[in-house]
């Protein structure tokens, strides 16, 4: 290590640590590296050590290191704490930000006189990657950093970032990869994802210190929990009392519409007027800096938010995280845990507000996995074509390319490495013209393909124009849009994200703005609906939902399964699972339990298959046309995490019909297509696949503009070109992003040979949690969660009868 650095670390009374040490050894070597380290560690430091080392051995101009953050933030927060070490060595090293809230005259000077460590996020270096000068600026990069690198590389901006690794790789042969991150299961698939051509040979894997155990608690609010609800917000006083016996506390909400209401509750509550903010995605960027000002100041008591500080934001004050509602994975409960203290030797203190039983037996979980030390697993999956075409479309604007030596270039990043030379020609085909029954518009002629005498071919951008519009229009975040919720006379009620709109077909019925309503059309702006007196079909507006880990699913499996730790849990906890025993059953591992039974007139049909909200929704509409096809008389269906309950007017004798695989294809295929599931999916792939432009010089399209132009055009492709490339794209992400298929295969496989069937003649002890959801929306705001535990009291009184 340099004088210079030893003695700063000297000067703060500091020593290297190990995996620091190792991270320089394995530059010096000129190895990649993955760091897996838990928060507090030094990870950031571990990984701009060796910069900082070449740096001083070997000053210079020019662009040294590339640090991608998946945030703006953190980019902003590392620069801020990054410069200090700098300053006090006074070192001649300049360190700047690259993101969507750069000026335009700095982004300009950075592409002509860049600094030594440029810290941006992967839609902004995808961009610079669209420039001439991109082959300059980038010519004498030595290293990329990429943070938090679990938080995207299983995902669509992972696909963006591992097509610009390798065009760097191209263009800087001597790059020096580096991936940081406090949560990883899977080194090795990480590892690879990281090295050019996947080989995991290549990439050092450095562990950093375990550092001291967390001491994470419980939250049980009166000594009990609750039937129902998913919040935490009946425990709106005991937050407050945590929040004023510590010097700052992070209040972790799994959705912005949580986090706003648990900030509404602790504001009511606040008695003392303890100064209490709020973060969240939804929220301007000026208010976002604001509250992240005050909190490095030290000068909020509180801050409730959600994942937009789930990273590396280093607050080193923060001595208490508290999380409303179970965790939904380990790994994520692990990273906002380590939100607070942010030192290795210091145990981080947190606390758990489980919503109702089974967040409980949910959060015993994750307390579990994290004393095990297991994480969550990230799947990695094939790269997306819609992201490759972007990617082609920004290296066409920066200079004409070979088409065999993109296509070595593309299969170099491991999410692509699979991809065959008829894959590749279908999307150069599309960027071309946008495909065969697109391509007598001007509009969508954005390549040239030109023979190069040799048996091969180059391509170039067709149009000056087109340069333009990429660069207004790259990224891969798309905003999801509103549509409004209307009477035929015109009357509103209200607006609801596109994405719940999405799953409605003609017909359905859904309760909104204390109505139970029936839709009968669904134009570009509006559902179009009108009263009625049935019941609701979808009873749930669902938002964003955070999908329950298969590692806590299987945990809180294994909890039913096995009386014999049930001595853990609290009284109440112990008499539900107890009285569930005697009355019916309990699930063996790898079994799927499905009760059915009467209640108040309707006939229920109660699935405990663990595998989350999303996929649990999906299914319920599923059984819910296949009940109709069977004479059944389908009502609805209501879905949480852990289970499903399908009801309808007849009694339903034979679930293995319901739950046959072959759901997947026969009303699967007619639901996503009768619905607009296939039309919000190929809205997106189609914006970032750059056939639909959001914005335009000195303007930004409307949502509903965006999806005028794309429903047009899907409407195209459908009749004339089913099998286009961005059909295809947007059937992959309805079947998994929009409806876990993956989870629901595996889910049905399973169920035809491991199925438990029991007939009861009343409702179950374990079935109250997802019944008593039944209409909540019904219930005007404000109102919801007192209702829900009286409801749930009554069901939960006659559950629990053991005669």
């Not at 070109?721 to 059909?727: A, K, S």
């Not at 109102?783 to 939960?796: F, G, H, P, S």
Request: proline share 5%; glycine share 8%.
């Amino acid at each position: 290590m340099p004088p210079a650095l030893v003695e700063w670390f000297a000067t703060k009374g500091w020593a290297p640590r190990r995996h620091q040490r190792e991270m320089l050894a394995a530059a010096r070597a000129g190895r990649h590296a993955l760091l897996v380290a838990p928060t507090g560690a030094g990870k950031t430091l571990a990984g701009f050590l060796p910069t900082l080392a070449e740096l001083i051995e070997a000053p210079g101009e020019g662009l040294h290191t590339l640090y991608v953050s998946p945030l703006k933030a953190l980019a902003v927060d590392v620069q801020r704490n990054l410069i200090a070490p700098i300053a006090e060595m006074a070192l001649d090293i300049r360190v700047e930000t690259r993101t969507g809230d750069t000026p335009s005259d700095r982004k300009a000077r950075q592409r002509i006189r860049p600094p030594h460590i440029l810290l941006t996020t992967p839609e902004s270096l995808s961009l610079l990657l669209s420039y001439p000068d991109s082959f300059l600026m980038f010519a004498g990069l030595r290293t990329l950093v990429v943070d938090e690198v679990h938080a995207f590389a299983t995902q669509k901006r992972g696909d963006l970032l591992a097509l610009a690794m390798a065009r760097l790789q191209a263009i800087a042969p001597g790059l020096r990869r580096v991936a940081l991150s406090a949560t990883v299961a899977d080194a090795d698939g990480y590892r690879a994802w990281l090295a050019p051509h996947g080989d995991i040979r290549s990439v050092a894997l450095v562990a950093g210190e375990p550092g001291a155990a967390p001491d994470v608690s419980i939250v049980l609010p009166q000594g009990r929990v609750p039937w129902s609800g998913h919040s935490g917000r009946y425990a709106a006083a005991q937050v407050l009392e945590q929040i004023a016996a510590h010097r700052t506390t992070l209040v972790f909400c799994n959705t912005r519409a949580l986090a706003e209401l648990i900030f509404q509750d602790l504001w009511k509550a606040n008695d003392a007027q303890l100064p209490i903010g709020i973060h969240h995605g939804s929220l301007s960027v000026e208010a976002r800096r604001k509250v992240e000002e005050a909190m490095a100041g030290g000068r909020l008591r509180a801050l409730v938010c959600t994942a937009s500080l789930d990273m590396g934001i280093d607050w080193g004050d923060v001595d208490c995280v508290i999380q409303m509602g179970a965790p939904k994975g380990a790994s994520r409960l692990m990273q906002r845990i380590g939100r607070a203290n942010h030192r290795l030797d210091e145990p981080s203190r947190a606390m758990i507000v489980p919503g109702n039983r089974f967040e409980y037996l949910e959060a015993r979980a994750a307390l579990d996995a994290i004393a095990d030390g297991e994480l969550d697993v990230d799947p990695f999956r094939g790269g997306a074509l819609d992201v490759l075409a972007q990617h082609v479309m920004a290296c066409a604007c920066a200079a004409p390319f070979d088409e065999a030596a993109m296509l070595d270039e593309v299969r170099s990043a491991l999410p692509y490495s699979a991809l065959s030379a008829d894959q590749f020609a279908h999307v150069l085909g599309f960027v071309r013209d946008g495909g065969y029954a697109l391509k007598a518009y001007d509009k969508f002629k954005r390549l040239v393909r030109e023979e190069d005498g040799a048996g091969g071919a180059r391509w170039r951008v067709a149009h000056a124009k087109f340069v333009a519009q990429h660069r207004l229009n790259a990224g891969i975040i798309v905003e999801a849009a509103m549509l409004g919720v209307r009477f035929r006379n015109g009357r509103r009620l209200g607006r609801v994200e596109e994405g719940f709109a999405a799953t409605l077909s003609v017909g359905d019925t859904f309760f909104f703005s204390g109505v139970s309503l029936q839709v009968e059309a669904i134009d570009i702006d509006d559902v179009i609906v009108r009263a009625t007196t049935r019941s609701a079909r979808i009873p749930s507006y669902g938002g964003a939902r955070m999908p329950l880990t298969t590692n806590l699913a299987n945990r809180v499996r294994g909890f039913l399964a096995d009386p014999g730790g049930w001595h853990r849990f609290p009284t109440d906890v112990r008499e539900w699972l107890d009285v569930q025993q005697r009355r019916s059953q309990m699930p063996q591992a790898g079994q799927l339990l499905v009760e059915t039974f009467p209640h108040e007139g309707r006939h229920y049909l109660v699935a405990y298959c663990f595998e989350g909200w999303n996929a649990h929704q999906s299914l319920g509409m599923l059984m819910t046309r296949r009940m109709e096809t069977l004479g059944l008389k389908p009502l609805g269906f209501v879905a949480n995490d852990y289970a499903l309950a399908c009801y309808g007017l007849e009694p339903i004798t034979d679930p293995a019909a319901l739950l046959s695989a072959d759901i997947l294809t026969d009303e699967f295929v007619d639901w996503v297509e009768g619905s607009h599931l296939l039309k919000r999916a190929f809205r997106e792939v189609a914006v970032i696949g750059g056939l639909v432009e959001r914005q335009q010089p000195g303007k930004r399209k409307t949502g509903k503009q965006v999806t005028f132009s794309t429903d047009l055009i899907y409407d195209v492709l459908r009749r004339y070109e089913p099998d286009h490339l961005l059909i295809q794209a947007a059937w992959a992400d309805a079947r998994t992003k929009m409806t876990d298929i993956g989870r629901l295969g595996d889910l049905l496989d399973r169920a035809a040979g491991t199925m438990l069937h029991v007939a009861l003649p009343r409702v179950s002890p374990l079935a109250v949690p997802v019944l008593v959801m039944i209409g909540r929306e019904s219930v005007p705001q404000g109102l919801a969660d007192d209702a829900l535990l009286i409801e749930a009291e009554a069901l939960a009184a006659h559950a629990m009868r053991v005669d």
